[in-house]
């Protein structure tokens, strides 16, 4: 059961990518009714296996805005990150962020 959470989290916070990237690019309409789709069907299974979070999180309408939809899949991530910091750390230490070095051009005269 620990490894579907898992396994539906990571599902979840690839959700919130693509809702974040479907609102910046502001692609067709099917992309943000995917991502709802999506969220939706995660949130029920999630809410089968901890039922303790009916009454906390909603399933979404389907012309829910790619933002409202980024913003719902990361506040259900954090229910969970904050009850198991197994799921942040695994998340985090895969996708860290680093500065790029400028890569210099010498030129030859």
């Given at each position: 059961?620990?490894?579907e959470?898992?396994?539906?989290?990571?599902?979840?916070?690839?959700?919130?990518?693509?809702?974040?990237?479907?609102?910046?690019?502001?692609?067709?309409?099917?992309?943000?009714?995917?991502?709802?789709?999506?969220?939706?069907?995660?949130?029920?299974?999630?809410?089968?296996?901890?039922?303790?979070?009916?009454?906390?999180?909603?399933?979404?309408?389907?012309d829910?805005?790619p933002?409202?939809?980024?913003?719902?899949?990361?506040?259900?991530?954090?229910?969970?990150?904050?009850?198991?910091?197994?799921?942040?750390?695994?998340?985090?230490?895969?996708?860290?962020?680093r500065?790029?070095r400028?890569?210099?051009?010498?030129?030859?005269?």
């Amino acid at each position: 059961m620990e490894q579907e959470k898992t396994k539906l989290l990571n599902v979840l916070r690839r959700i919130a990518r693509s809702a974040g990237y479907t609102a910046w690019v502001k692609a067709e309409p099917a992309a943000a009714r995917f991502c709802v789709t999506q969220y939706n069907k995660v949130l029920t299974r999630l809410q089968e296996l901890e039922p303790s979070i009916q009454s906390l999180f909603t399933t979404l309408s389907d012309d829910t805005s790619p933002e409202v939809t980024r913003m719902a899949a990361r506040e259900l991530l954090a229910y969970f990150e904050a009850d198991e910091p197994e799921y942040a750390w695994a998340y985090r230490g895969r996708f860290r962020c680093r500065p790029h070095r400028a890569r210099v051009i010498s030129m030859c005269c």
